[in-house]
């Protein structure tokens, strides 16, 4: 019986253990309205985001905040910023070459073959790509820009301190992705995926919420990806 109890407590630890190194997707009661003010967020603000093959504290601050519902997946992000490099661009622009912004990449699968990378800069502007894994780190992979997740939504507002981003994903928009391999989540659906932002101006860097060990591909290392855990 001793045993028993010693082997259940163990089980506990280990399923507590794993569910504090997942990202946590909140579920909200109400929509979340698309505006770039974050006055309407109740779910948690993650950790500060750090050099993302480093760990190295960033010399601008950033955290993100995820949430749920029926229809959407939410992220809002607070960028600390004392120079704000960009402008207002056409969709689907390579934002990621020029422009202060923040992404997010998610996978529907444990075993990442295809991910969806979004990003947004300081002025709401946005891109949407589905990345295809050709080879199995995806060192080698395919951006297929061509695709357009319908209904999504995006909006920057620039702060005093720096400025901050809202996205509204709907998850029926993410099911009709050809190789995207999306269903609709529920309490205690796992995905795959990160945070980031790229910060220009006279300190570039590249921050992750989530770090990465190896150096090599940049941002695009899906086997590294963090477990999004959704909650109630």
């Not at 698309?34 to 948690?44: E, F, T, V």
């Not at 601008?60 to 995820?66: D, I, K, Y």
Request: charged residues 20%; aromatic residues 12%; glycine residues 4%.
């Amino acid at each position: 019986m001793k045993f028993n109890s010693i082997v259940f407590f163990l089980l506990v630890c280990t399923v507590q253990q794993i569910k504090s190194q997942a990202l946590l997707i909140h579920k909200t009661k109400q929509p979340i309205i698309i505006d770039g003010n974050l006055s309407d967020w109740h779910s948690p603000f993650s950790k500060e985001f750090v050099i993302h093959n480093s760990g190295d504290k960033a010399k601008q601050s950033t955290v993100a905040s995820l949430s749920w519902d029926k229809n959407f997946l939410y992220i809002a992000y607070k960028c600390m910023d004392s120079e704000i490099i960009g402008k207002a661009r056409k969709q689907d622009s390579h934002l990621f070459e020029t422009d202060d912004l923040v992404e997010i990449f998610i996978s529907p699968i444990a075993e990442v073959k295809s991910y969806i990378e979004i990003g947004v800069n300081a002025f709401s502007s946005n891109y949407d790509v589905l990345i295809q894994c050709i080879r199995s780190d995806c060192a080698k992979r395919k951006s297929n820009l061509s695709i357009s997740i319908k209904g999504l939504q995006t909006a920057s507002k620039i702060t005093d301190s720096g400025y901050s981003v809202e996205i509204a994903i709907p998850f029926s928009s993410l099911n009709e992705i050809t190789n995207g391999d999306f269903k609709t989540p529920k309490i205690g659906t796992t995905w795959k995926g990160n945070l980031f932002r790229i910060d220009y101006g006279q300190n570039k860097e590249y921050q992750s919420l989530k770090q990465y060990q190896s150096k090599k591909h940049g941002f695009h290392q899906p086997a590294e990806f963090a477990e999004l855990q959704f909650v109630k």
